[in-house]
Structures are given as C-alpha cells and as structure tokens.
C-alpha cells in the first residue's frame, strides 16, 4: 500500500526558503514517477516539479529557477527545496506518485483536481507573506 506523507511546511516572508519532504512507503521511489503539485483556495491543483523513475526532471515555469526536486533514494523521500517564494507560492503543497508508472504520463501531470490520478499524501501548507 502506497502512503506518502509531507512535512516543512511553514509561513515565511517574501524572499524566504522552505525545504519540503515526502517520506514514502509501500514502494520503491527510484522506480516510479514522483512529483509535487499545489493547490491555493478557489484555484485548480497544479504540478510544480516531477522526477521521472531515472532521474530526469521537470518544472512548471513558475517554479523553475526558484524550486528544485530531489530524491534520496535510501531515505526513501522527495525533496523540494523552494528559494525566493512570493505570495503567489501559497497553497497546499501535496507529494503525489503516477502510481506504477516509471516515467510521468502527462495526464498525470496536467491534472487539475488534487488527487485525481495517482497517490497522494495529505499535504502540507505553505504561506508566504508580503
């Protein structure tokens, strides 16, 4: 059974960092798509980074440059390590597996209703203030 639960969340002013984690079981993560999507109130869920089974990464332009995804595969967890958040960063952030897929199918990652295809943790709030 996949079970996937994200910590480091947080409120912090403009400008700040936040390093979220995924810890997972039930599988091996180097063998399956990861990725991070969030979801602010009143707004569709949207993916902001993935990593493919053999390492290979994306982002949503709004999150490229400033965040990165990582993985420590004998610790089993997902990283995201977010720099220079702004306002527009706060939403939920969930931790989400295309679930037995080794690379990200890009319906799995256009989805835009949280927990629509593949697992996903309960998430972790993150607020940032002007």
């Known amino acids: 059974q996949v079970h996937l639960v994200e910590s480091g969340g947080g409120s912090v002013q403009s400008g700040g960092s936040l390093r979220l984690s995924c810890a997972s079981s039930?599988?091996?993560?180097?063998?399956?798509?990861m990725g991070w999507f969030r979801q602010a109130p009143g707004k569709d869920a949207e993916g902001v980074a993935y990593?493919?089974?053999?390492?290979?990464?994306g982002y949503a332009d709004s999150a490229r440059d400033r965040f990165t995804i990582s993985r420590d595969n004998a610790k089993n967890t997902l990283y995201l390590q977010m720099n220079s958040l702004a306002p527009e960063d706060t939403a939920m952030y969930y931790c989400?597996?295309?679930?037995?897929?080794?690379?990200?199918?890009?319906?799995?990652?256009?989805?835009?209703?949280?927990?629509?295809?593949?697992?996903w943790g309960q998430g972790t709030q993150v607020s940032v203030s002007s």
């Open positions: 989400a597996t295309d679930t037995g897929n080794y690379y990200c199918s890009n319906s799995w990652w256009t989805q835009t209703k949280a927990r629509d295809s593949g697992d």
């Open positions: 039930g599988y091996d993560i180097s063998l399956v798509c």
């Open positions: 990593a493919h089974g053999n390492g290979g990464y």
